[in-house]
């Protein structure tokens, strides 16, 4: 059984920044990536970003490249997302997500076997 539980997603105004982290536990030895998702309301669930949890090669949406940054520690089996210049748009639920089924993540929400229960992000205009 693994879990993920994320955290820190809140207030922010448009334009400015947010640190989201993700932690793990339980049977985590065969985790091939890591990566995070979004949902706006109203709006199917759509890639944000993944990384590769051996080679650390990463991957993102075109909407976000230059502006988020995905990153991990091993020995704390954590993820983050650092979300700079953030837009009133994109106000969403940002879940974390887990695979363990192949070593190229997937931009598919099938690709991942394992999600956090979801981290609230407002941005402000």
């Known amino acids: 059984q693994v879990q993920l539980v994320e955290s820190g997603g809140g207030l922010v105004q448009a334009g400015g920044s947010l640190r989201l982290s993700c932690t793990t536990s339980?049977?985590?030895?065969?985790?091939?990536?890591m990566g995070w998702f979004r949902q706006a309301p109203g709006k199917d669930r759509e890639f944000v970003s993944a990384?590769?949890?051996?080679?650390?090669?990463?991957y993102y949406a075109d909407s976000v490249k230059g502006r988020f940054t995905v990153s991990k520690d091993n020995a704390k089996r954590t993820v983050y997302l650092q979300m700079n210049s953030l837009r009133p748009a994109k106000t969403a639920i940002y879940f974390c997500?887990?695979?363990?089924?192949?070593?190229?993540?997937?931009?598919?929400?099938?690709?991942?076997?394992?999600w956090g229960p979801g981290t609230q992000v407002t941005v402000a205009s």
């Open positions: 990384i590769e949890w051996t080679t650390g090669a990463i």
């Open positions: 339980g049977r985590t030895f065969r985790t091939s990536a």
């Open positions: 997500v887990r695979s363990s089924q192949s070593a190229t993540p997937s931009r598919l929400p099938s690709g991942y076997n394992n």
